[in-house]
């Protein structure tokens, strides 16, 4: 039986309406409602993209389903402590879901911290003030950024994040020099850079 | 301390950190060098943005499996952790961390005349090489290449070469090409922390370092 915090409405509209929620609306309901409901939305929304990302690295539809359920119950338990001043949810969940990723299907050892940790270890005055004017803003910014890229530099970016290929497998992949590769990865980088210059 | 770093890893190498694609000992050194580079650290934020945005223009696939519940433990909340985690040692904290290191009681083994190691074991066998490297005031290391990508982050004294001097918080980045010569400077030994994507090519390396040389 679904625990549903809106009481006069059939089971299945309101998870139609919740699933089109916002992230920060999803995890302050979690935080609120620790109900099977709001996990549910939460999977519904997030759920067939991280399954997708496990995938890409190797993972069996089996093994995708349990990473995806295993990234988003991270969420579930940390919503409480995370605080979404310190970064965009959906770049909150893409750290969980990464170092789950490479801790499972690389199984090598994880240096990369989630940004809930890395950025609650910072000296809090090394944390700009308006920090959190800030985190709309650069997440447009790198959007813009990713949609003006070349093709040819898109590519080697997705095969990266996504596809998490090294610099010397996106080589191989593409049949180019590494130093291509590189060079490609870098002006990227450059671009991305330079449209967040001025909110530093 | 960050406005004395003055060399950051290459933007690829940051980007391959980022994606969580860099061998285990080179991310093991770019996370060393974010613990002591805001700026650094900040870029690391602006990739992870664009691994999210990355990550949700995928499609979805709908999962086949039904929806597993809950479990009682994943319902619990976990204690908020005190920053307080990060060390005050001078080695940095994600090695204080993972290794449970000091500086002061690191226990060094001697190469050879003025040079000593201690090398830190990784998980993934194979994946290269990561290893403390202690060198006396004033030596000069033997001119050497690189087989595939070499990592260095500087963690006390300094030490030159061709492309600049280099002191705590530092880190060189090197790829297969570049050959160089670094000279430790002559007031203080230096410590630096140095990861191979290729394990022989340090062997050959400190095979050098142990080796007379000439030209001193």
Partial sequence: MLLLTTTAQPAGKALRRSSRRTMPDLLSRIVIDRSDAAFRDLFEAYGPRLRTFMMKLGADAHVADELAHETLVTVWRKAGIYDASKGSPTTWIYTIARNLRIDHLRRRRVWQELTDEHVSALPSEDLPADEVVNERQRQVRVQAVIKDLPPEQVEVVMLAFVEGLAHGEIAERLSLPLGTVKSRIRLAYQKLRLALEDLR | ?216
Avoid at chain 2, 152 to 161: F, I, N, R
Avoid at chain 2, 185 to 207: M, T, Y
């Fill in chain 2, 1 to 216: 301390m960050s406005h004395s770093i003055k060399h950051h890893p290459d933007g690829a190498t940051l980007v391959s950190y980022a994606a969580a694609t860099l061998a285990e000992p080179l991310a093991a050194v770019v996370a060393c060098h974010i613990a002591m580079c805001p700026s650094c650290r900040s870029e690391i934020a602006d990739l992870e943005r664009v691994g999210a945005a990355l990550l949700f223009s995928l499609d979805g696939q709908p999962t086949e499996n039904a929806l597993e519940p809950l479990q009682r433990a994943d319902r619990q909340y976990p204690q908020a952790t005190p920053s307080s985690a990060r060390s005050s040692d001078r080695l940095p904290s994600p090695l204080v961390a993972v290794y449970g290191l000091k500086m002061d009681s690191i226990a060094w083994r001697r190469l050879g005349p003025g040079v000593w190691h201690h090398r830190l074991a990784l998980r993934q066998r194979g994946a290269g090489d990561l290893r403390l490297l202690r060198i006396a005031a004033g030596r000069r290391m033997p001119n050497h290449g690189h087989g595939g990508a070499e990592l260095t982050l500087m963690l006390e004294g300094s030490y030159s070469d061709s492309t600049g001097n280099y002191r705590r918080g530092d880190v060189q980045d090197l790829d297969e090409h570049v050959e160089h010569q670094p000279v430790v400077s002559a007031d203080a030994e230096c410590i630096c922390l140095i990861a191979s994507e290729r394990p022989a090519r340090f062997k050959s390396f400190v095979g050098r370092i142990t080796q007379p040389w000439t030209g001193l």
